[in-house]
C-alpha cells in the first residue's frame, strides 16, 4: 500500500485545457514536495511546501497544501504540450529523513 | 555547475551476479539518497548517506549496501541480482541543512536477465 495515493492515474487532455491532480495520505507529513519526470531522466523538483493550506503557484502551476498537511493538490492552467511527463509528490515525514513518494501521475497533453 | 551524475547509464546484469552503481553529488551538497523506480512506479528510498555513514535505509534487504566516500560520492552495491531487481536506480543529492531540498540524477536502467 502506497503511503501517498495519486489520482488520477493517467489523465489525457487537449492543449489549453485545465487540470487538477490530486496527493492524498492518511498521514501528517513535514514537507511536501512535487516532481515532474520525462521518460529517460530522473525527477525535477518543482516546487516544496511547508505550512499547512499553502499555496504557491510556479507560473501556470498552482500548488496546494492541505491544512491538515495530509493532502495536496496540483492545478495547471491551459495545458501546453510541453506540460507531458509523470507528475510525483513525495512527502517527508517529521523525524524520519526518508521521502516518500506516491506512484505518479502520467500526464499527456495533445496538440 | 555540473548537477547530479551517475555511471553507468544502462547496464545488464545475469541473475546472481552482482553490480555497483556510481553517484557524484551537485557541487555544495552533502547527502546523498538512493532510490529504486520500477516500470510505472514511484521511486522507493533504498537509503541516505551523510558523513560517509547510512544515516537512514528504507525497506530494502541487505544485498542492498552503499558506500559514501570523502568527497561526497556515493556507489550502491547489490549482491545476487534478481530478476525482480531491474528498475532505474535514482540517485539524488541535498545541500547541507536542507534534506527535502532533492536534486536528483538521470538514473542508472539495471536490467537482469
Known amino acids: 500500500t502506497q503511503l501517498l495515493e495519486q489520482s488520477p492515474q493517467f489523465l489525457s487532455i487537449q492543449e489549453g485545457e485545465n487540470l487538477t491532480v490530486y496527493c492524498n495520505s492518511s498521514?501528517?507529513?513535514?514537507?511536501l514536495q512535487w516532481y515532474r519526470q520525462e521518460p529517460g531522466e530522473g525527477p525535477v523538483l518543482l516546487v516544496t511546501?511547508?505550512?499547512?493550506?499553502e499555496v504557491k503557484k510556479l507560473k501556470r502551476l498552482t500548488f496546494q497544501f492541505g491544512d491538515a498537511r495530509k493532502d495536496s493538490s496540483l492545478h495547471i492552467t491551459a495545458a501546453q504540450t510541453g506540460d507531458t511527463g509523470l507528475y510525483l509528490c513525495?512527502?517527508?515525514?517529521?523525524?524520519?529523513?526518508?521521502?516518500?513518494f506516491g506512484a505518479g501521475t502520467r500526464l499527456t497533453v495533445k496538440p | 555547475d555540473a548537477g547530479v551524475t551517475q555511471s553507468p547509464t544502462h547496464l545488464i546484469k545475469t541473475r546472481g551476479q552482482q553490480v555497483t552503481l556510481r553517484c557524484s553529488p551537485k557541487?555544495?551538497?552533502?547527502?546523498v539518497s538512493w532510490y529504486q523506480q520500477a516500470l510505472g512506479q514511484g521511486p522507493q528510498f533504498i537509503f541516505q548517506?551523510?558523513?560517509?555513514?547510512?544515516?537512514q535505509r528504507g525497506n530494502f534487504p541487505d544485498r542492498f549496501s552503499g558506500h559514501q566516500f570523502p568527497n561526497y560520492s556515493s556507489e550502491l552495491n547489490v549482491n545476487a541480482l534478481l530478476l525482480g531487481d531491474s528498475a532505474l536506480y535514482l540517485c539524488?543529492?541535498?545541500?547541507?541543512?536542507?534534506?527535502?531540498?532533492?536534486?536528483f540524477g538521470p538514473g542508472t536502467r539495471l536490467t537482469v536477465t
Open positions: 513525495a512527502g517527508a515525514r517529521w523525524n524520519n529523513n526518508d521521502m516518500r
Open positions: 498521514s501528517v507529513f513535514s514537507s
Open positions: 557541487s555544495g551538497h552533502d547527502t
Open positions: 511546501v511547508v505550512t499547512g493550506g
Open positions: 539524488a543529492s541535498s545541500p547541507p541543512r536542507q534534506l527535502y531540498e532533492q536534486y
Open positions: 548517506y551523510y558523513e560517509e555513514e547510512e544515516r
